[in-house]
């Protein structure tokens, strides 16, 4: 018999995967798997409990939103264990999973790993941290960790959007400089991502054309600070359409490894999760650091 490690954050988006957690358990019993669930109570429970375990089952499989993924891989990747992931997104986003085109229906998305492939993919590493998806900051950063967990659950989707429009008033230029690969960009900028996904918050998205999640880039958004209504409108229609190359407000790179001097006061973000400034911090791309278990589709 096979073994998983099922590590599942109860509060995640509105519940809906806890109120089904007899019947998913019982499909991977069903598949021949001894499952070994874990409840997460606070922040770092699933960092613990991957790093502690995962290097004993044959499949760990995370159910909860991208913070819960997170701290999964990053105890996994911390206690240097090789074991594949499944994913069961249960949170009110969902970026890194919508950039998968995991399902969001607990049941399906379970047995879709049972069903699916063992498939390569990037992760970056931030510091010491790890993100999965998405390391960014200035405007809209703050939404998904000040946004309270109890409007999550009842808004979803709604709560980022809505808590993102009320940051507006509160955006400030940061002044960055980022050497990517040793190519400098420094300006000021509203808003910075470096990310391996096509959906940032719900509410930036990149091309799935300019995005490949296991090619070892990672990729780099810089929105500048518009200095008239002609460049904030220049900079609205570029992010719109997702073609960048003629908006002078927006940088757009690819690059393995990216060096970021910036005002130690800044944060930053990490897949939904607050992160301290730091004056100097270096990003880079972990290339096929994690093999995740998903249904594969032949037009993937």
């Known amino acids: 018999?096979?073994?998983?490690?099922?590590?599942?954050?109860?509060?995640?988006?509105?519940?809906?995967?806890?109120?089904?957690?007899?019947?998913?358990?019982?499909?991977?019993?069903?598949?021949?798997?001894?499952?070994?669930?874990?409840?997460?109570g606070a922040q770092g429970d699933a960092i613990r409990m991957a790093a502690l375990r995962g290097g004993e089952v044959d499949l760990v499989v995370c159910c909860g939103g991208d913070g819960t993924f997170n701290e999964t891989i990053s105890g996994l990747l911390q206690a240097d264990h090789l074991t594949p992931v499944g994913y069961i997104p249960s949170g009110s986003t969902n970026d890194f999973a919508a950039s998968l085109k995991l399902s969001t229906n607990p049941l399906r998305a379970a047995q879709d790993i049972l069903e699916g492939q063992s498939v390569a993919y990037d992760v970056g590493r931030f510091g010491s941290r790890y993100f999965s998806y998405i390391a960014s900051f200035g405007a809209f950063t703050q939404t998904s960790y000040t946004t309270p967990q109890s409007i999550k659950n009842v808004l979803g989707h709604t709560a980022y959007v809505l808590s993102g429009i009320s940051e507006l008033s509160q955006i400030r230029k940061e002044h960055v400089r980022m050497e990517i690969d040793g190519d400098v960009v420094e300006d000021d900028f509203l808003f910075g991502a470096i990310s391996n996904s096509t959906s940032v918050g719900g509410i930036l998205s990149l091309s799935p054309s300019l995005v490949d999640m296991s090619d070892g880039f990672m990729e780099v958004l810089l929105v500048r600070a518009p200095r008239n209504l002609t460049e904030i409108a220049e900079c609205i229609q570029a992010l719109q359409s997702q073609d960048y190359s003629n908006c002078a407000m927006i940088t757009f790179r690819s690059g393995r490894r990216i060096r970021i001097l910036a005002n130690p006061s800044m944060p930053w973000t990490l897949d939904g999760e607050r992160e301290a400034g730091h004056p100097e911090v270096f990003a880079e791309n972990l290339h096929h650091a994690i093999r995740l278990v998903k249904k594969v589709n032949t037009n993937d």
């Open 1 to 40: 018999m096979k073994r998983m490690l099922f590590i599942v954050n109860p509060i995640s988006g509105q519940k809906k995967a806890v109120k089904l957690l007899p019947e998913i358990i019982n499909l991977f019993n069903r598949a021949d798997y001894e499952v070994i669930t874990y409840i997460t």
